[in-house]
């Protein structure tokens, strides 16, 4: 069997510290931690999308469900955001 050599892409994810949710992370205490690290990955993921690479779905719709459920807990006066239970 000859010899193959593994090949990887590498990709940048750039990101503009000028963007409006960009700076709103970055102003989160240290309680949002979750928040601020679930927005990351959602961040990749659409940079993902972008590119033609899927993302895993079921970890994606897990994560704009809750993000959908945060904002309408936000709007009816209830926690912003709750962290995720540990598995």
Known sequence: MPDRQLITDHYVLEINPKATLIANL?????????LA???????????QLLQGI??????MTLRVHKFMDAAAAQRAGGYPWAP????
Not at 38 to 46: M, P, S, T, V
Not at 84 to 87: G, Q, R
């Open 37 to 47: 690290k679930e927005c990351g990955r959602q961040l990749f993921a659409n940079a």
């Open 84 to 87: 995720a239970p540990h598995s």
């Open 26 to 34: 970055a102003r989160l205490d240290s309680s949002q931690h979750e």
């Open 54 to 59: 899927p993302p895993d779905p079921a970890e």
